[in-house]
């Protein structure tokens, strides 16, 4: 399929400098621009990242739950 559209002279001269740098013809860039916006992501760019996930936290940090006692009791919702 072939399809023509006019762009602005800012956005053209923006796609022809970006292809340039990333050393890919303009077509290519926009494929690639309209297949990342088309396409559902995938699982694996929805997960955390290994860093994130291989992430074990501070030991000398105090547990969450030991700054239970220091919190104000709930209040009593007000019906009326």
């Known amino acids: 399929m072939q399809i023509t ?6 956005l ?6 970006q292809a340039g740098q990333s050393n ?10 309209l297949r990342q916006i088309t396409q559902p992501l995938s699982v694996s760019a929805s997960q955390w990242p290994e860093t994130i996930l291989s992430y074990e936290g501070t030991t000398d940090f105090p547990a969450f739950e030991s700054y239970r ?4 009791p709930p209040r ?3 019906l009326f």
Do not use: K, M, N, S
């Open 69 to 72: 006692d220091e919190l104000l």
């Open 24 to 33: 890919v013809p303009v077509q290519t860039l926009i494929l690639q621009a």
């Open 5 to 10: 559209i006019d762009l602005p002279p800012d």
């Open 76 to 78: 009593e919702p007000e």
């Open 12 to 17: 053209e001269q923006d796609l022809i400098r």
